[in-house]
């Protein structure tokens, strides 16, 4: 059974550090890997999706990398700023056809 | 890209009655569509995956005839939640798996979240 792990639970920084969110999955056959942003009551924002074959994906401030071998993923935001606070949230997919497994998110405060 | 919507966005309603949830895909068909909730301060759970012109399939711990799901078109999934009860307040969030339609080629088969139900059970 597929399980996501993200560390840390909750992270706080100084507006313009830079930083990293891990993610851990416990099988590596996955399809892909999706990070969210979910600001608070709201849904979810598609941040960066990796396929299984890509090994990372970057837009903007935001890279995120995929180690399948390894069951890891890790989302690095540069020059953090304070409209970057909300809740992370890692998912993969096993199959084209399967339902979506996620984290329990990191939640992350950038101070002004 | 393609869009997912979810109606109504946000409903308030008294313990012992029932609250349908709608969930289009919009541009595109989803012969799948995916039922999660989101209880504070935690991830999201898949409940139940919807198939169109099927019945669905329940997540284990989830009460198939509590959480109606009806996935009568390939653009419309409902999730009816019956005898509502506190408890039951929660995040309901849908997704539906781009198949066919104008959403872009690089889009197929992704899954495309909706924006999110927030229940609250009286």
């Known amino acids: 059974k597929q399980e996501v792990t993200q560390i840390p639970a909750a992270l706080s920084v100084p507006e313009g550090e830079n930083l990293v969110l891990n993610c851990s999955f416990t099988?590596?056959?996955?399809?892909?890997l999706q990070w969210f942003r979910q600001d608070p009551g709201k849904g979810l924002t598609s941040l960066l999706l990796i396929q299984s074959s890509q090994r990372e994906q970057t837009s903007g401030r935001l890279n995120a990398s995929l180690d399948k071998s390894s069951g890891r993923s890790t989302l690095y935001i540069a020059a953090s700023q304070p409209g970057d606070s909300a809740t992370y949230l890692c998912?993969?997919?096993?199959?084209?056809?399967?339902?979506?497994?996620f984290g329990p998110g990191t939640s992350l405060s950038v101070i002004p | 890209g393609a869009v997912v919507s979810q109606h109504p966005s946000w409903v308030i309603c008294k313990s012992g009655t029932s609250v349908k949830i709608e969930c289009r895909s919009l541009d595109f068909q989803a012969t799948t569509m995916f039922w999660y909730r989101q209880f504070p301060k935690q991830s999201l759970m898949l409940m139940a995956t919807s198939n169109e012109g099927s019945k669905a399939t329940y997540e284990q711990g989830v009460e198939k005839d509590k959480f109606l799901i009806n996935h009568a078109s390939l653009t419309l999934s409902t999730l009816t939640v019956t005898s509502a009860h506190p408890e039951d307040s929660s995040f309901y969030i849908c997704?539906?798996?781009?198949?066919?339609?104008?959403?872009?080629?690089?889009?197929?088969?992704?899954?495309?979240f909706g924006p999110g139900t927030r229940l609250t059970v009286l």
């Open positions: 997704s539906a798996r781009n198949e066919l339609g104008r959403a872009s080629l690089s889009s197929y088969n992704e899954q495309f």
């Open positions: 099988d590596s056959a996955i399809y892909n």
């Open positions: 998912a993969v997919m096993k199959t084209s056809y399967d339902k979506v497994i």
